[in-house]
């Protein structure tokens, strides 16, 4: 069982930036693929970034390609995804999640509650 809180949410201003933080319990932090996803107000929830659990490899979605950052600390047990150059569409719930190496909700078996990123214009 792994649980996993996210921080590091808040309001910024368009083309400021935010570094959101996922911490996980547990002893097998580094056994788990992690990823970010985000929801905005009456849409799909949407996947933003993965990392596999060494921290080798990433993949990102296109509309964060380039501006978003996604890393993990395995000994602090704890991912993070920077993210620069915010813009008002950058708007949601953000969302840390365990589980397979994967560009799909369905990959992962667990999820954080959630952390709000308001980007004003």
């Known amino acids: 069982q792994v649980q996993l809180v996210e921080s590091g949410g808040g309001l910024v201003q368009a083309g400021g930036s935010l570094r959101l933080s996922c911490a996980a319990s547990?002893?097998?932090?580094?056994?788990?693929?992690m990823g970010w996803f985000r929801q905005a107000p009456g849409k799909k929830r949407t996947f933003l970034a993965a990392?596999?659990?060494?921290?080798?490899?990433?993949y990102y979605a296109d509309s964060v390609k380039g501006r978003f950052t996604i890393s993990r600390d395995n000994a602090k047990n704890t991912m993070y995804l920077q993210m620069n150059s915010l813009k008002p569409e950058d708007t949601a719930a953000y969302y840390c999640?365990?589980?397979?190496?994967?560009?799909?909700?369905?990959?992962?078996?667990?999820w954080g509650q959630g952390t709000q990123v308001t980007v004003s214009s």
């Open positions: 999640a365990a589980g397979a190496y994967s560009a799909g909700d369905s990959g992962y078996d667990y």
């Open positions: 547990g002893h097998t932090f580094s056994s788990y693929a």
């Open positions: 990392i596999t659990g060494s921290g080798g490899a990433t």
